[in-house]
């Protein structure tokens, strides 16, 4: 099926742990981003990548490691996971400066 | 730096009752503008995109105008049904970046 995909959608893991937050698009968009949505802060972006291979920093990406092989997949990894980082993480995809279309969403608990 | 702001932060209103949700933004420099629902615990939808050439756009009963001197969005929902509740998100593009900048939302409870 066509669309965004993230996986899993609910993880509980504890402090100081490695998680790696998964993202998939079948619509072969250059563009893919992550974002954490709190309450309070609403959405900010952590990391976006304009292409494979090609990433940047977003407005909070400390304690974040991001990566992409191929244009299909972007996985988010928490590098040693902090009760900070508890959150909902969404997954987006786009062509340059055009409509961006979100996952489902990873909500993430740090324990 | 960029900062998109919506009031009213939550509006209740009767069904059937026209009603207009609004975004401002402190920098005019955008590229497009994009509208979206977000219903309790699920992700984004988008709603309408409005490109920085185009004063505004039309989806069944929501109309979305766009102001780029005044700095504002509205999003205009025609009688209003109670499966619109859910919460309204206003995101710019900046010229600079590639990346959506969000408002806070509007959540928005409509009544039968």
């Known amino acids: 099926d066509a669309g965004i995909t993230q996986s899993p959608r609910y993880k509980i893991t504890e402090t100081g742990r490695q998680v790696t937050l998964m993202c998939h698009q079948t619509w072969s968009h250059s563009y893919m981003f992550w974002y954490r949505q709190d309450l309070g802060h609403g959405l900010r972006l952590i990391y976006y990548?304009?292409?494979?291979?090609?990433?940047d920093k977003g407005e909070v990406p400390d304690g974040y490691v991001v990566s992409r092989s191929k244009t299909e997949n972007f996985p988010l990894t928490l590098e040693s996971a902090t009760r900070s980082q508890t959150s909902v993480y969404f997954c987006?995809?786009?062509?340059?400066?055009?409509?961006?279309?979100f996952g489902p969403g990873t909500r993430l608990t740090v324990t | 730096k960029q900062e998109v702001t919506q009031i009213p932060a939550a509006l209740s209103v009767p069904e059937g009752e026209n009603l207009v949700l609004n975004c401002s933004f402190t920098?005019?420099?955008?590229?497009?503008l994009q509208w979206f629902r977000q219903d309790p615990g699920k992700g984004l939808t988008s709603l309408l995109l409005i490109q920085s050439s185009q004063r505004e756009q039309t989806s069944g009963r929501l109309n979305a105008s766009l102001d780029k001197s005044s700095g504002r969005s509205t999003l205009y929902i025609a009688a209003s049904q109670p499966g619109d509740s859910a919460t309204y998100l206003c995101a710019v593009y900046s010229q600079a970046g590639t990346a959506l900048i969000f408002g806070k939302g509007t959540t928005l409870s409509v009544s039968s």
């Open positions: 990548s304009a292409a494979a291979d090609i990433t």
């Open positions: 987006a995809s786009s062509s340059w400066g055009d409509e961006q279309y």
């Open positions: 920098d005019s420099a955008i590229y497009n």
